[in-house]
């Protein structure tokens, strides 16, 4: 079985502070990582992903990967209230990149 | 606009009674899958289909059947349902495979007594 790991939270922080969100994975050969935000009663909808290891930066998003130690954060700078939202983190199967495995999800919180 | 489509949004129904959940994505993606999402347990794949006639099983495809007879069209069918099929689901599309970031649809709410 495919596991991905993500703390539940909650996770609080004040605005204009960096949330750090992170997400551990079982499949070694697991190639393509995602992340999902998804505000209560919504859809998930896409705010990042990364093949490679290392950094990957989007405005005040960070993803990192490290497949050597298998896993994947999520950083949010000058985090601001409308950041509060389930974060997903997502892992395609190795050898696969048909199916697609989600963690239970990180609940953030940022506080006015 | 681009954007993934289920009917319906909502149903309550009862057990046994066949029912069908429509998605329809408007962006020519080859990739289409469907998720239920449960408290606790996060999104978990309930089959996919890489193109048309081409499905497979995710990881709790029980009770559950699909088909793609056309590449816009992926309906999720329960033929008897069960209690313990009530969820969120969520139908989504790529345009390839799961390298190619999915978009979703808004959800499918089923309650099944």
């Known amino acids: 079985q495919k596991e991905v790991e993500q703390n539940s939270g909650p996770l609080s922080v004040p605005e204009g502070a960096i949330a750090s969100l992170n997400c551990t994975y079982s499949d070694r050969g697991s190639q393509s990582f995602f992340w999902y935000r998804q505000y209560s009663g919504k859809s998930p909808e896409l705010i990042m992903f990364i093949y490679s290891n290392g950094d990957k930066e989007d405005g005040r998003f960070t993803a990192q990967l490290n497949k050597a130690s298998q896993y994947v954060s999520l950083l949010i700078r000058d985090s601001q209230p409308s950041d509060s939202a389930t974060y997903l983190c997502a892992v395609t199967h190795s050898g696969s990149a048909r199916q697609l495995t989600f963690g239970s999800g990180t609940q953030l919180t940022v506080l006015p | 606009e681009a954007q993934v489509t289920q009917n319906p949004r909502y149903l309550i129904t009862v057990t046994g009674k066949k029912l069908t959940v429509t998605c329809s994505q408007n962006?020519?993606?080859?990739?289409m899958s469907w998720y239920r999402q449960d408290p606790g347990l996060g999104l978990r794949q309930i089959y996919y289909s890489m193109n048309v006639e081409v499905t497979d099983k995710g990881d709790v495809p029980e009770g559950y059947k699909v088909s793609r007879k056309e590449k816009r069209n992926f309906p999720l069918i329960l033929e008897s349902p069960s209690p313990n099929q009530t969820s969120l689901y969520f139908c989504a599309s790529s345009f390839r495979q799961f390298d190619q970031p999915q978009h979703f649809g808004d959800g499918t709410r089923l309650s099944i007594l």
């Open positions: 962006m020519n993606h080859e990739y």
